[in-house]
């Protein structure tokens, strides 16, 4: 039977190819999805698009399938990162997934003056963004970097990219628009920063501002939640820049 299941396979994948299952692996499609032998899933690798494959045995031991036809070539985002400054642990896990879901190319996050929490458990949210690429039906799973600081981040920053800075101070700035009027996103390569619960610490802010590459924003006249930022940041730029238009 054909099946809607879609699990991420490391590659590359190819026709005709016979893959080994982990044992998590093994144990989701016939334990969780209660599929065996001879059924069908959608499996990625992240580059070479999405490709049906047969399952030849799975347990919780592990097991094996036989990879048949592509079914979708690749399809990589638009080319702009998600930066922000981690917060609680499941409203972090929130971000990400999220911005996989919105086609985030890259996931970065950093540490500001106000961030709660200066370390993260990176491989765990890979893991984040890899199960969500497999809920959403993408065939790209967006690398989630190690935390730096925010000084780090913009010391290194690449000439060409430019930096979206969501400042929730600016709708009330007359030095920077006024309230309300509404500045047009510049396009990829592109990346949008978002702070901590806390905002932006004065002298961060100063920076920011001063950073040839940044264009300030605000996001309505309303302060957001960190996680509501990203997701509301990322819509306004996929709207206007990105693979949604």
């Known amino acids: 039977m054909d ?5 991420h396979i490391a590659g590359p994948l190819g026709a005709g190819q016979c893959v080994a299952l982990s044992k998590d692996q093994g144990h989701y499609l016939s334990g969780v999805m209660r599929l065996s032998t001879g059924d069908t899933l959608t499996v990625f690798d992240g580059t ?3 490709f049906r494959a047969t399952i030849r045995a799975a347990s919780k031991r592990g097991g094996e399938l036989q990879i048949d036809a592509q079914t979708a070539p690749q399809r990589d985002p638009p080319d702009v990162w998600l930066c922000f400054a981690p917060i609680k ?3 972090t896990d ?8 919105l086609g985030a190319a890259r996931i970065r996050p950093v540490a500001t003056a106000y961030t709660n929490s200066e370390r993260i458990r990176q491989d765990r949210l890979q893991a984040h963004a890899l199960e969500a690429a497999e809920q959403c039906g993408g065939t790209y799973v967006p690398p989630v970097d190690d935390i730096v600081t925010l000084k780090s981040l913009l010391a290194d920053w690449p000439a060409d990219r430019a930096l979206i800075f969501c400042d929730e101070t600016l709708s009330d700035d007359p030095d920077w628009s006024e309230p309300g009027a509404p ?3 510049p396009p990829a390569p ?4 978002i702070g901590p619960e806390g905002g932006f610490s004065p002298e961060e802010r100063a920076t920011l501002r001063t950073h040839p590459n940044t264009h300030a924003i605000a996001l309505g006249p309303r302060i957001l939640r960190a996680d509501t930022a990203a997701v509301a940041a990322l819509t306004l730029w996929q709207t206007a820049q990105g693979d949604w238009t």
Do not use: D, H, Q
Not at 190 to 193: D, F, P, Q, S, Y
């Open 3 to 7: 099946s809607k299941v879609r699990l």
């Open 48 to 50: 070479s698009g999405a």
């Open 89 to 91: 642990k499941a409203r």
């Open 94 to 101: 929130f971000i990400v997934e999220k911005a996989t879901e």
């Open 183 to 185: 500045r047009p996103l």
């Open 190 to 193: 592109a990346a949008i920063l």
